[in-house]
Structure formats: structure tokens, C-alpha cells
């Protein structure tokens, strides 16, 4: 709690209109401070990322001590002040628009029940415009295409509903591509080296695109000259990667002996990639669903918990959480 932003005043009240913030009267902190959301650090300004995070936490928690924390009608004032007239969100006051914020305040917002026609307008096209030649998405229209993103803007579509407004076929040939036949990791962008982070960027993406649209085994022979196949399959379970090499590459070059993951081998283990390690390690057993449990790599006991692909937290814990919100009602 001691992230959250200062205390909103009876000034903060007002219904706040698009792209114009609420100004917090707290003493000490700065006129442009917004309160609602999480900064990085005690007294540090409102920020999708943290406030993305700190929801993932609260999630992980659980308790309704926890979900407690959330003032939701700030929360809500604090996403409307950072809508941007592109369709997209800025990741804090006078901050960058960007793919990445509109995947952070829509997380939060489908957790805390504040998904109002206000908040999402234009939202989806603006993630659709981020979709590359290549089939990923970019931080922003005519970027290049990158893994990070691509999860940001595909999810925020799930979020929304609005999977069918891109190209899904290129989307799913890319990320077919991006796992690397060598390694059996995932690089994060076209001719970069692989990065354990990527196991759940790219992984997850490929685990809601599979759920979304379901495919069938095939091979990957165009169906018409110029054209991109279908799909291409890695393995006969009908998944768009492969399983069981992603796993190869987290648990044996990835895994430290003395606990950790890193980014590849040669690399340092970090708290960055052991969580998102730790993440691809779960969508690459979980997804697709086998009839008899998880596809599991070495022994028994390499089995993690399933996780929801679209929030990177326990599926059970992100219901729990969307159940107890979903009993408040819609900001009016």
C-alpha cells in the first residue's frame, strides 16, 4: 500500500475528462502527481507498468485484505486521465503512448470490473494499427515487430474480445518463426538471439491465439503461391511450438544449478527472467491441454502451476480476484 499514489482530494472528484489529469493537493508532492495507481516505489509517480505489476501481486495475494487496497473509482479516474485521443493509453502524465500501457490499464482495469464503453473506445483499433508486416505487433504503429509487444497488444484483444481484427494467420506464422529450431527458446525480434523471457511473451501469445483459433496438425506448405501457410505446426499435438524444446531450453541452459533462471547461457540469473522463466515453463506444459495432465519435461516434480496465458498469475487466483470485484458496480 505504500506504492499507491498520495490520497485524492475533494479538488480530485471531478469527473475527469480524457487525456486531462486530476491534480492532488497533498502536500509535498507535486501538482502533476495522479492518484489511483501504484508507482515504482513508495512517493514515486502513478505508472501503468507498476500498477500492472502491483495488480498481478494483489492477485497472487489473494486476500480481501489485499483487493481491499484498490480505491476503484480513483483507479478508474486515473485510466480515463491517461487515455490519448490515438485510441491508445500513456503509461503516466505527459509519458509515452504506447502498446504496453493499453495491455497494463486494461489488465487492471478487466480485474477491478472497470471495463466501461468510455474506457475501451477506440482501444482496439489502436492495438490493431501496431500490427506489423511481419505479423507481431509494435510498441506503436510502424514499429517493428517484438515479442514483448506482441503479447502486450494480442492480450489486450483478448481482453476486448476483438481477436478477429488482425491478421492472425501472419500473427501465428511469426510466432512460429520466433522459436528457434537450435535452442528450442524464442527470440524476441527477427535475427536477435534467444532470451528466456520470451518462453512466456511468445509462448503465452501462441497459447491465446491457439485458444482463440484452434488448429489442426498441418504442414506448412502455402496454400497458394505467394501466400503464408495456415499455420506451421512444431509438434503433432496440434501447438504451434514445441513443447517440449522450450522446455529443454529453460530447464538445461537456462536453469541455474544453485537456483534461477537466466536469459541464456553466459548471462546472470535475475528476478526479471526467473519470473518470466518460470511463466514459459508453465504455458509450455499447460498449453495445449493433454488428455491425462501436463506434457512435463524430466521428472515429475519439473511441474509448475497452470497459469492464465492473458495475466501471467494462477488461473484460479485471477477468478478469485475477478469474482470479487465483479460484485461492485461499473464507475458511473
Known sequence: ASCSTPAATAADAATPRRGVTAPSATPGFPEWR???GFGGGPGQLSHLAPTYAATNAIMVIGLPEAFDLIDRERMYRLLLSLKDHSGGFRMHVHGEVDVRASYCALAAASVYNLLT??????VAEYVARCQTYEGGFGGEPG??????????????LRILGRESMVDVDRLRYWLVQCQMQFEGGFQGRTNKLV????AFWQGACAAMVEDAFPTS???CAPQSPGTLPQCELREASGHVFSQRALQDYLLLCCQQIDGGIRDKPSKSRDYYHTCYGLAGLSIAQHNPPV???????????NL?????????VRREKVQRAKAYFAAMPLPS
Not at 195 to 198: G, M, Q, R
Not at 304 to 312: L, Q
Open 217 to 219: 496438425p498441418t504442414d
Open 304 to 312: 509448475v502451476h497452470e497459469i492464465d496465458p492473458i495475466y501471467g
Open 34 to 36: 495522479v492518484s489511483g
Open 291 to 301: 488428455q491425462g495432465g501436463a506434457t512435463v519435461v524430466g521428472l515429475p516434480e
Open 143 to 156: 514499429n517493428e515487430a517484438h515479442g514483448g509487444y506482441t503479447f502486450c497488444g494480442f492480450a489486450a
Open 195 to 198: 532470451d528466456a523471457c520470451y
Open 117 to 122: 464503453d468510455e474506457l475501451v473506445e477506440g
